[in-house]
């Protein structure tokens, strides 16, 4: 093949459609998420554009678009204009990296260090809200933009080290590899529990997420970083969130639930098996990926609806003093099962984590009523007073 | 950014530890409102703050004035009702009810009220608390990041609005009583709804407090928070949901009964440790004692002949010379009226409001003193304050 197509064409015409289907997603999230927090809120959202208030995908960016695009005064103008555009490059550049199916076809460049290549991509996206919420010289952009950089410092590391029991297990940097191991055995879930569980928190501090959206928490910081942008600087840091809200749902899903495929011990939709029944195959590949991903989103509106917000003490509390340490002695016990060659007693640890939760949320009768007074019973002590 | 650097300032013990031992403090001044998403209104903050930890905050109150004082001297009293629908105006019924017992204890005729008034005006006082406890859950619950509350509160408050405006037509400025008794007898079928109120009201609490109350997020945001002695706030004069949270059993439809609540029973839930989860637990638990008092009432007013809503009192009110303070509890705390007449005119020669929410936010400086920013709007929300009248 032609060296110029091989390295150029195809990889960005690759790109340019993972890049067109994830923005579509995003547009659709929008809607989406307002749906389903309507659901859940008692509430319809938007029902008002098109039919179900689809057409709310399209009205959306066109209001972007024609708003007026203020700049306040004493603004640092560059770097006022950089804030919004730092965050999307390196969540549109991790798209190339991230394997969507089965085969080549799917990924745009299949790197040997994929995972490192990402790691180092997205946490520069926090550059791009510091630097704007800094330019916006306005004393709550600065605090938001602030308590990014706190929440990056104390996120990042247990996001680095809770993939480090996967490569331990996998022993590849390269996606595909660690998508096919789980396939020859089994879900990284099992195995790695308590880095799943780490790396879904971090993920959600990462992306400034309930509980810990605190860069923009409205009832404190006004907007945090993105008060003063208006139009599609705003936009951009909308599209900058939910691209990265995508492309760590991608993350999990390749690290620790089997990617694009669906099998374990080697039994099921393996890569092979895919790609042994051609185009069918891996679009059935990629539509497992994007159900397993678009799980993962859902559950980031869930928790929107659920949770109240940290205070940022509490969440660097959170990050230092329990995900660290956890994160290190996952490591150190996937360290020792591996030396020992032991890697399928960790299952084990899987299986009790998931029983010890299905029994802790497992129905019981008058459940709600009991726990909901247990607690104001100890504290609250009513006094009957006359009665008359 | 406005940095005064070394400052000598009010800092809290703990924070000038921190100063000696690691940090300079570096002082920033921030504008916190009037138009800010949860300052609950029109209230400015003036923070002073070194990165988040609030050194001081100051209040600076006005930016919603109408003057309603001055206005009382220059009408009659009937008149003077619907002012006081503008002063807490999430709570106007309780308003209403502590003006014009003022105004009847003045004229000497809290006696003569019929029974089936005083029903109706407990029934009404204690939606209104219902319903303004409410809008703090909702407005609280949002400020510190919780979503969900707020829809679920304001779908059971509605419930209450549509009561109160099939009573009397207006939905928040209820304008509800009048000197002597009540305006108009229940609408027929008023009580069925009332019924089906209460009997949904119990489940739509636990609702809130099964998203609240066990949260480990809600706890760190609001145990140890702003915590106020039993000393501290009886000598700043604080009264209400954020008193009782202290430990002191105070409340005015106990010590000092109006209307018909002798005969009612009731708990007072008080707290423990003064902080903002003991004053959120006591509001959620207020709630379900207003629902008890409502349960009580219907069988009692439905033992009352209809349309026995008004006293015999003259049509013109024209008290006789003299002065009275009356107060009674309103979903904020005590809520007083001094009234002074000359005993000429129809008008009253002065009338003072003394509302909660204005003495209650006394407090809020040396709460928040401390403290960090995200704590400072916890903190609004826990004192429940109505700018409306705050600034009257």
């Given at each position: 093949?032609?060296?110029?197509?091989?390295?150029?064409?195809?990889?960005?015409?690759?790109?340019?459609?993972?890049?067109?289907?994830?923005?579509?997603?995003?547009?659709?999230m929008n809607?989406i998420e307002r749906r389903l927090l309507g659901l859940v809120q008692a509430r319809l959202g938007p029902?008002?554009?098109?039919?179900?208030?689809?057409?709310?995908?399209?009205?959306?960016?066109?209001?972007?678009?024609?708003?007026?695009?203020?700049?306040?005064?004493?603004?640092?103008?560059?770097?006022?204009?950089?804030?919004?555009?730092?965050?999307?490059?390196?969540?549109?550049?991790?798209?190339?990296?991230?394997?969507?199916?089965?085969?080549?076809?799917?990924?745009?460049?299949?790197?040997?260090?994929?995972?490192?290549?990402?790691?180092?991509?997205?946490?520069?996206?926090?550059?791009?809200?510091?630097?704007?919420?800094?330019?916006?010289?306005?004393?709550y952009s600065?605090m938001g933009?602030?308590r990014s950089?706190?929440q990056?410092?104390?996120?990042?590391?247990?996001?680095?080290?809770?993939?480090?029991?996967?490569?331990?297990?996998?022993?590849?940097?390269?996606?595909?590899?660690?998508?096919?191991?789980?396939?020859?055995?089994?879900?990284?879930?099992?195995?790695?529990?308590?880095?799943?569980?780490?790396?879904?928190?971090?993920?959600n501090a990462?992306n400034n997420r309930t509980p810990f959206d605190l860069p923009e928490a409205e009832s404190e910081l006004v907007a945090g970083y993105h008060t003063?942008?208006?139009?599609?600087?705003f936009?951009?840091f909308m599209?900058?969130e939910y691209?990265?809200m995508?492309?760590?749902?991608?993350?999990?899903?390749?690290?620790?639930?089997?990617?694009?495929?669906?099998?374990?011990?080697?039994?099921?939709?393996?890569?092979?098996?895919?790609?042994?029944?051609?185009?069918?195959?891996?679009?059935?590949?990629?539509?497992?990926?994007?159900?397993?991903?678009?799980?993962?989103?859902m559950v980031y509106i869930w928790f929107r609806a659920t949770f109240p917000r940290f205070r940022f003490d509490q969440l660097?509390?959170l990050?230092?003093?329990?995900?660290?340490?956890?994160?290190?002695?996952?490591?150190?016990?996937?360290?020792?099962?591996?030396?020992?060659?032991?890697?399928?007693?960790?299952?084990?640890?899987?299986?009790?984590?998931?029983?010890?939760?299905?029994?802790?949320?497992?129905?019981?009768?008058?459940?709600?009523?009991?726990?909901s007074?247990?607690r104001p019973?100890?504290?609250?002590?009513?006094?009957?007073?006359?009665?008359? | 950014?406005?940095?005064?650097?070394?400052?000598?300032?009010?800092?809290?013990?703990?924070?000038?530890?921190?100063?000696?031992?690691?940090?300079?403090?570096?002082?920033?001044?921030v504008n916190f409102g009037p138009q800010h998403p949860s300052t609950h209104g029109v209230l400015r903050l003036?923070l002073?703050?070194?990165?988040e930890?609030i050194?001081?905050a100051?209040p600076?109150?006005?930016y919603l004035?109408?003057?309603?004082?001055?206005?009382?001297?220059?009408?009659?009293?009937?008149?003077?009702?619907?002012?006081?629908?503008?002063?807490d105006y999430v709570a106007?019924?309780?308003?209403?009810?502590?003006?014009?017992?003022?105004?009847?204890?003045?004229?000497?005729?809290?006696?003569?009220?019929?029974?089936?008034?005083?029903?109706?005006?407990?029934?009404?006082?204690?939606?209104q608390r219902i319903s303004s406890h409410l809008l703090w859950l909702a407005t609280h619950a949002i400020d510190i990041g919780a979503m969900t509350p707020f829809f679920y509160c304001f779908r059971e408050r509605e419930q209450v609005l549509?009561?109160?405006?099939?009573?009397?037509?207006?939905r928040l400025?209820?304008?509800?009583?009048?000197?002597?008794?009540?305006?108009?007898?229940?609408?027929?079928?008023?009580?069925?709804?009332?019924?089906?109120?209460?009997?949904?009201f119990?489940s739509a609490v636990d609702e809130y407090e099964s998203l609240l109350t066990n949260n480990r997020i809600w706890k760190r945001r609001t145990v140890g928070i702003g915590?106020?002695?039993?000393?501290?706030?009886?000598?700043?004069?604080?009264?209400g949901p954020p008193?009782?949270g202290?430990?002191?059993?105070?409340?005015?439809?106990?010590?000092?009964?109006?209307?018909?609540?002798?005969?009612?029973?009731?708990?007072?839930?008080?707290?423990?440790?003064?902080d903002t989860y003991d004053r959120y637990l006591v509001r959620m638990a207020e709630m379900r004692?207003?629902?008890?008092?409502?349960?009580?009432?219907?069988?009692?007013?439905?033992?009352?002949?209809?349309?026995?809503?008004?006293?015999?009192?003259?049509?013109?009110?024209?008290?006789?010379?003299?002065?009275?303070?009356?107060?009674?509890?309103?979903p904020k705390?005590?809520?007083?009226?001094?009234?002074?007449?000359?005993?000429?005119?129809?008008?009253?020669?002065?009338?003072?409001?003394?509302?909660?929410s204005?003495?209650n936010l006394?407090?809020l400086?040396?709460m928040a003193?401390?403290h960090l920013v995200s704590d400072l709007v916890a903190l609004i929300g826990t004192i429940d304050i109505v700018l409306g009248e705050v600034?009257?």
């Amino acid at each position: 093949m032609n060296p110029w197509m091989q390295y150029l064409v195809w990889p960005l015409v690759k790109f340019l459609v993972a890049f067109i289907i994830v923005q579509a997603i995003v547009a659709a999230m929008n809607w989406i998420e307002r749906r389903l927090l309507g659901l859940v809120q008692a509430r319809l959202g938007p029902n008002r554009v098109g039919p179900w208030g689809l057409l709310q995908i399209i009205a959306d960016p066109v209001k972007f678009l024609l708003k007026e695009d203020i700049v306040p005064a004493n603004a640092e103008k560059v770097a006022y204009f950089l804030g919004p555009m730092l965050p999307l490059i390196p969540t549109f550049l991790v798209y190339c990296l991230i394997p969507f199916g089965p085969g080549p076809a799917f990924v745009s460049a299949r790197v040997n260090i994929a995972l490192l290549l990402i790691l180092a991509l997205t946490s520069t996206g926090v550059y791009g809200i510091i630097l704007g919420g800094w330019a916006s010289n306005n004393k709550y952009s600065l605090m938001g933009g602030l308590r990014s950089a706190a929440q990056m410092v104390s996120y990042e590391v247990p996001f680095g080290l809770s993939i480090v029991g996967v490569l331990m297990l996998c022993g590849s940097l390269d996606l595909v590899k660690i998508v096919d191991y789980q396939a020859a055995n089994v879900w990284n879930l099992l195995p790695q529990i308590v880095a799943c569980f780490i790396f879904f928190v971090s993920m959600n501090a990462e992306n400034n997420r309930t509980p810990f959206d605190l860069p923009e928490a409205e009832s404190e910081l006004v907007a945090g970083y993105h008060t003063e942008y208006s139009a599609m600087k705003f936009a951009f840091f909308m599209l900058a969130e939910y691209s990265a809200m995508i492309v760590n749902c991608c993350l999990i899903v390749t690290l620790f639930f089997g990617g694009w495929t669906f099998a374990a011990f080697g039994h099921g939709l393996t890569s092979s098996v895919l790609q042994h029944w051609g185009w069918a195959g891996g679009i059935l590949g990629t539509l497992i990926f994007f159900v397993k991903m678009m799980s993962f989103m859902m559950v980031y509106i869930w928790f929107r609806a659920t949770f109240p917000r940290f205070r940022f003490d509490q969440l660097m509390d959170l990050g230092w003093k329990w995900m660290i340490p956890l994160a290190l002695a996952n490591i150190a016990v996937t360290a020792i099962f591996v030396l020992l060659g032991q890697e399928r007693l960790l299952y084990w640890i899987g299986i009790a984590a998931i029983a010890a939760v299905v029994y802790y949320i497992r129905p019981r009768k008058g459940a709600t009523e009991k726990r909901s007074l247990a607690r104001p019973e100890k504290r609250i002590h009513a006094t009957r007073v006359s009665e008359a | 950014m406005s940095d005064a650097g070394r400052q000598p300032s009010a800092l809290t013990p703990d924070a000038q530890g921190l100063r000696l031992i690691m940090f300079d403090v570096h002082e920033m001044e921030v504008n916190f409102g009037p138009q800010h998403p949860s300052t609950h209104g029109v209230l400015r903050l003036l923070l002073k703050i070194d990165g988040e930890r609030i050194i001081d905050a100051k209040p600076v109150i006005g930016y919603l004035h109408r003057g309603t004082e001055k206005l009382f001297e220059n009408m009659p009293y009937p008149q003077c009702i619907p002012h006081t629908d503008r002063m807490d105006y999430v709570a106007s019924a309780t308003n209403n009810l502590g003006f014009v017992e003022a105004v009847e204890k003045l004229m000497g005729v809290t006696g003569t009220i019929p029974r089936r008034a005083q029903l109706m005006r407990v029934i009404l006082s204690e939606l209104q608390r219902i319903s303004s406890h409410l809008l703090w859950l909702a407005t609280h619950a949002i400020d510190i990041g919780a979503m969900t509350p707020f829809f679920y509160c304001f779908r059971e408050r509605e419930q209450v609005l549509d009561l109160f405006e099939t009573y009397c037509g207006a939905r928040l400025t209820l304008n509800c009583m009048r000197i002597g008794g009540m305006p108009d007898d229940l609408p027929p079928g008023w009580l069925d709804d009332l019924e089906e109120f209460i009997g949904t009201f119990e489940s739509a609490v636990d609702e809130y407090e099964s998203l609240l109350t066990n949260n480990r997020i809600w706890k760190r945001r609001t145990v140890g928070i702003g915590v106020i002695t039993p000393e501290e706030a009886v000598d700043w004069g604080i009264t209400g949901p954020p008193l009782r949270g202290t430990g002191l059993e105070w409340d005015l439809r106990r010590a000092q009964p109006y209307e018909c609540y002798p005969e009612l029973q009731f708990e007072i839930p008080v707290g423990v440790n003064g902080d903002t989860y003991d004053r959120y637990l006591v509001r959620m638990a207020e709630m379900r004692q207003s629902r008890r008092i409502l349960e009580q009432c219907i069988p009692l007013i439905k033992a009352t002949p209809a349309g026995d809503i008004k006293a015999k009192i003259s049509r013109v009110i024209r008290p006789p010379e003299g002065e009275v303070y009356h107060s009674i509890e309103s979903p904020k705390g005590e809520l007083g009226y001094y009234i002074v007449s000359d005993g000429k005119g129809q008008n009253a020669y002065r009338i003072r409001v003394r509302p909660p929410s204005f003495v209650n936010l006394q407090a809020l400086p040396a709460m928040a003193r401390g403290h960090l920013v995200s704590d400072l709007v916890a903190l609004i929300g826990t004192i429940d304050i109505v700018l409306g009248e705050v600034d009257r």
